[in-house]
């Protein structure tokens, strides 16, 4: 491969401690390296500022609910759709794009890798298909371990080092990324049309409680040093009250990692409600960030709502039955035996209905009450907070109070009664956006080790150069610009290729997947344990050899290998 | 040779705990199988090579010219029509997606026969399903409703439900309850607890009386509805409402008889009222063994689960429309490539004479009922036995087939690869 100069860029590089300055960036073989020869081609970033690939690492964009969203969704469909054009296929959907429409959109924006929020190991084969067929980003799966049954078994049995088998053998069998945590213990419950309301509730019939199953799984997780941590949504989603629960979760965390946070909470916009009903729903936003900074061994994601139609889906089955029950427009439900379930329903936030403008002004100010901007990434929980193409307003909304305050005269004129934002004067930098975008997200997944988020020699070559000079402008006057700005790159590229330029694809992708594999001592092999295989047998409707993930799913795979503490 | 875990390629249930005894490239024996499993491993005659019609007879052609043609075909049609897609693994469907986008052609699978109607009504109201491992570990009520699996899917009452032991249901034949809804006796209903028999036609009456039951309204309900006392229904809602976990299967029964996805709509409707009382699912009774498979993959390329028409250059759906039935019987598409389905066995006459009259490429296994209307027709390895690649069961669950030997013919998705990529030349793109 030929090499590729990028000069004159305004690089922000927070890993490599890189503030805002002018230089050159040299390319090949798709790494960044020190030179490369004068013959290279080169792009002229002209003074733009350029930051490395973005990454999210809380979406979902693969496998059988985010299908099913689409199965569902002809009105979705037809929301959003292009012809196709050059080397871009056609693309349908406005919250739940097809995957072409989704990768397209994602590297527009200059993202090079995005995390599947939420993968059920049954049916992780179909996610890999996804994956590739998302071509441009670089993909991860956080697996589902909320309502295993060997896990809850483990954890019955206080017995960590099973607990850690079982998420090496299923990581290895599914490739898997991280271990995702939806409602513990509640998935299981709404087995039987039941959920948990507390960390301490005991789920039915294992004689566990969710506390258990998360101080559990921290710990399980680090015994095979992953690179990721436990990813968790909390309990009592989207339920007034619920800051309580999420602040319970944070007192379970220990500080076990020097590299990156214990615990990761996701979407915490929708776990910082205050009130006992939606008439006195109020922000908690304060006590979470409060309880945050005080942490540095938790992360979160803002899990910010934006105004307008989109689409929820979550392995929370319970939640998505009480969300139906409020918005009454149309209702899926798949629960996954011995592992999880899930539910999807679209809804449509409002301006003028007060609930929602708690909602919106609570995520804003997790991400301006936390101090330590890698504390806390930028994302949506696409698309149930919003779609994903969302992201360039909420980065202005952070970066403008006047903004803030404009939306303020367009919204629920209660709302400052309920929630702190108006009062909040902090403006984020662009330092700050760098951060929230990809660096933090690069070192929380831990995925710093194969060259992720940064630009430094070495790194992977995955660069977006937006078409925004922050010496020229102002972000909190010029916030239309930025807005504007941060929706198409002039240039991104991935892995030292230029993948889309203003706005459109120019190649066929070639993504890599990422998975985690921990090695463990053979008696910890549950291939080989006898009472594994038999439950197995037993109770899953796919036989034990047909339910890995072959690696044909993965013509680009690339693991993460870790040698187990066990 | 023995081969274990064999995944079947025939119905929805997509078992995958068959043994199948291998001798060189043929199949000698099958165990754990149904007869229909047995059939399709063991009755397994092919056709042994491309083969043209030229007026009245055929003649035999090599691959390369088979693929030339069918590819010019399909470029020179203006309204080309790509069929079927059920019977094949998804890589190949895949292909054939992206063969559409690039004719601007109307791509359709077989659910526009079957569970179309489904998928309109799911498309209206939702879909409160699970897999089927949920049902086999915890039901404790199981409805067939205008679904026979019996005859039609004959293991899945002893793999995923009636005689399934499970986890919390340690003897499923005594603990469970099984209700059989139909408009005439089955081998099924002769199993069933309680068999509603219904007039024909009545399926929504009788959904919409017993969600009028659930919610309380029995002082509603006549003493007789499309031929069901009221005490029966009564007693079902009864069983339902005092169910740990219900699970509904349904069937053609439903979506092809009056009504149709009305019909579905009410059985979802009905599920969802029933949840308000206990746990509670439905799921359609897929029958080709990767129609599930077709949907999804053609969802998550374009957005729609069939009846996708590439002719503005976007994606567009409109059951009604854009499915095959209509186009045909229109007499609108000038050519049609079927793969991996039978439509000359299923579809109304007046569209198998229109499939008669234009350029009819099949690409299959075995000569059928479809040969007769064919021009062309390209043999290919049969996924699951020489051939291998990804399966979604009824239930969503994908499974990846096994091959199990090296055949002499190639897959679907090597034909389909050369002729995307014929077409592709040609379109200059």
């Not at chain 2, 919390?168 to 069933?192: L, Y």
Request: proline letters at 5%; hydrophobic letters at 40%.
């Amino acid at each position: 491969m030929t090499g590729l100069w990028v000069k004159n860029a305004y690089v922000i590089d927070p890993i490599s401690g890189i503030m805002g300055e002018i230089m050159d960036i040299a390319i090949r073989d798709g790494k960044i390296v020190e030179e490369v020869n004068d013959g290279a081609p080169v792009i002229d970033a002209g003074g733009c500022l350029t930051l490395p690939g973005g990454i999210d690492s809380h979406s979902h964009v693969c496998g059988t609910k985010v299908n099913f969203g689409r199965y569902m969704s002809p009105e979705d469909m037809r929301a959003g759709r292009t012809a196709r054009k050059g080397v871009m296929h056609v693309t349908s959907g406005y919250s739940v794009p097809t995957t072409f429409g989704n990768s397209y959109r994602y590297s527009s924006m200059g993202y090079t890798t995005v995390l599947e929020g939420a993968m059920a190991p049954l049916e992780a084969r179909h996610t890999h298909e996804e994956f590739t067929a998302t071509p441009h980003q670089d993909m991860l799966a956080n697996t589902l371990f909320d309502g295993n049954w060997s896990i809850m078994e483990a954890v019955r049995d206080k017995d960590v080092k099973r607990a850690a088998a079982v998420v090496a053998w299923t990581l290895a069998a599914v490739k898997g990324f991280a271990i995702k945590l939806t409602n513990p213990g509640g998935t299981e419950a709404w087995g039987w049309g039941e959920d948990v309301h507390s960390i301490h509730d005991e789920v039915p019939h294992f004689g566990v409680t969710p506390a258990e199953i998360i101080a559990t799984m921290i710990q399980a997780n680090e015994l095979l040093n992953l690179p990721h941590s436990v990813h968790i949504h909390c309990n009592n989603l989207g339920v007034p009250g619920n800051y309580q629960t999420t602040l319970d979760t944070i007192g379970l965390a220990p500080d076990l990692n020097r590299e990156r946070q214990s615990l990761y909470l996701t979407h915490v916009q929708f776990h910082s409600y205050g009130g006992s009903t939606w008439q006195d729903i109020c922000s908690k936003s304060e006590e979470i960030a409060r309880a945050v900074n005080a942490r540095p061994q938790v992360a979160i994601d803002m899990g910010q709502i934006m105004f307008g139609r989109t689409t929820t889906m979550t392995a929370d089955g319970p939640m998505e039955w009480k969300l139906y029950m409020l918005h009454r427009n149309k209702w899926s439900n798949h629960d996954v035996e011995l592992e999880t379930g899930s539910g999807i329903i679209p809804v449509y936030y409002g301006r003028k209905s007060l609930v929602n403008c708690v909602m919106w002004a609570i995520g804003l100010e997790l991400a301006l009450l936390t101090k330590n901007p890698w504390q806390c990434m930028l994302a949506t929980d696409n698309p149930n907070g919003a779609p994903f193409v969302k992201y360039p307003e909420i980065i202005a909304l952070l970066m403008s109070s006047r903004f803030r305050e404009n939306e303020r005269n367009v919204i629920d004129p209660r709302t400052e009664h309920f929630v702190p934002l108006f009062a909040i004067d902090r403006e984020l930098d662009w330092y700050d956006i760098a951060v929230m975008t990809r660096a933090a997200q690069a070192k929380a997944l831990g995925i710093t080790r194969i060259g992720k988020g940064y630009l430094a020699p070495g790194a992977e070559a995955d660069i977006a150069i937006y078409p925004l000079k922050p010496d020229e402008l102002d972000p909190a006057v010029d916030y239309q610009q930025v807005m504007a700005g941060f929706a198409k790159t002039a240039y991104t590229i991935k892995r030292g290729r230029v993948v889309a330029r203003d706005g459109e694809v120019v190649v066929e992708g070639a993504n890599s997947t990422i998975w985690s594999r921990a090695d463990v001592p053979p008696e910890y092999d549950l291939n080989q344990d006898a009472e594994f295989v038999k439950k197995f047998e037993q109770y899953y409707t796919v036989r034990m050899r047909n339910y890995p993930v072959q690696d044909v799913y993965l013509p680009r795979g690339l693991s993460i290998r870790t040698e187990a503490s066990l | 040779m023995k081969v274990e875990d064999v995944v079947c390629p025939f119905c929805g249930c997509l078992c995958d705990d068959l043994v199948v005894e291998v001798d060189q490239n043929r199949v000698i024996g099958v165990e754990n199988g149904c007869t229909l499993a047995n059939e399709k491993f063991m009755g397994d005659r092919r056709l042994e090579n491309p083969i043209r019609k030229e007026g009245r007879s055929w003649s035999d052609i090599t691959y390369d010219a088979a693929i030339r043609e069918a590819a010019d075909i399909l470029i020179d049609a203006d309204r080309p029509l790509l069929y079927g897609w059920s019977g094949t693994h998804g890589e190949a469907q895949s292909v054939g997606v992206h063969l559409a986008e690039l004719l601007g052609a109307v791509i359709d699978n077989t659910s526009t026969v079957c569970h179309g109607p489904s998928i309109m009504a799911i498309q209206e109201v939702g879909h409160p399903g699970c897999t089927l491992g949920q049902v086999k570990n915890r039901a404790d009520v199981i409805v067939y409703w205008g679904a026979n699996p019996i005859d039609a899917h004959p293991r899945h009452m002893s793999r995923y439900t009636t005689y399934a032991d499970g986890f919390f249901v340690k003897e499923a034949f005594k603990e469970r309850k099984v209700i059989v809804v139909d408009v005439r006796k089955t081998e099924s209903s002769a199993v069933a607890d309680e068999f509603i028999k219904v007039e024909r036609g009545g399926d929504y009456a009788i959904l919409s009386a017993l969600r009028a039951i659930v919610r309380g309204k029995r002082d509603l309900i006549p003493p007789k509805i499309a031929g069901v006392t009221r005490e029966q229904l009564f007693r079902v809602a009864d069983i339902c409402m005092q169910a740990k976990f219900g699970a509904i299967f349904f069937g053609l029964g439903l979506t092809m008889s009056p009504g149709k996805n009305k019909n579905v709509r009410n059985a979802i409707e009905l599920t969802e009222e029933l949840n308000r009382h206990t746990k509670f699912t439905i799921s359609p009774m897929r029958g080709h063994w990767n129609v599930y498979g077709s949907n999804e993959v053609f969802t998550w390329i374009t957005g729609y689960p069939y009846a996708v028409d590439f002719a503005r250059g976007i994606a567009f759906y409109n059951p009604g429309e854009t499915t095959s039935v209509d186009i045909l019987r229109r007499g609108e598409c000038d050519a049609c490539l079927v793969v991996a389905s039978d439509p000359g066995a299923h579809f109304p006459r007046a569209c198998a004479e229109h499939l008669a009259r234009i350029p009819t490429i099949q690409i299959d296994p075995h000569v059928n009922a479809t040969t007769h209307l064919a021009t062309l027709q390209i043999p290919v390895a049969v996924t699951g036995i020489d051939a291998e690649g990804t399966a979604y069961r009824m239930d969503g669950v994908p499974i990846r087939t096994r091959k199990l030997f090296d055949g002499t013919y190639p897959s679907d998705l090597e034909i389909l690869s050369k002729i995307y990529a014929r077409v592709k030349e040609a379109k200059g793109s």
